[in-house]
């Protein structure tokens, strides 16, 4: 069995609101010196030895993410 995490975040030209409202609300509780947040998505997968890279690829492309607006990456995580 291998651990993998799949990172998913919004392409840099893509508006990301909920970053925004996070950016917002850190000013309202005090904390200065945040100007960006952008915000994403992590799944963390367990696979069989059986399940190549491209086959995680495939799986985060094609379900993971939404490649018009995001971005991905795949790692596999040693224990």
Do not use: C, H, Y
Not at 35 to 49: A, C, I
Request: glycine share 8%.
């Amino acid at each position: 069995m291998a651990r993998v995490v799949v990172d998913v975040m919004p392409k840099a030209e893509i508006l990301d609101p909920q970053g925004q409202a996070i950016v917002g609300a850190l000013g309202r509780l005090g904390f200065d010196g945040v100007s960006q947040v952008r915000q994403g998505k992590r799944f963390e997968l367990e696979v069989d030895d059986s399940v190549d890279d491209v086959a995680l690829g495939r799986i985060a492309e094609e379900l993971l993410t939404n490649t018009v607006i995001e971005n991905f990456t795949v790692s596999r995580v040693a224990d």
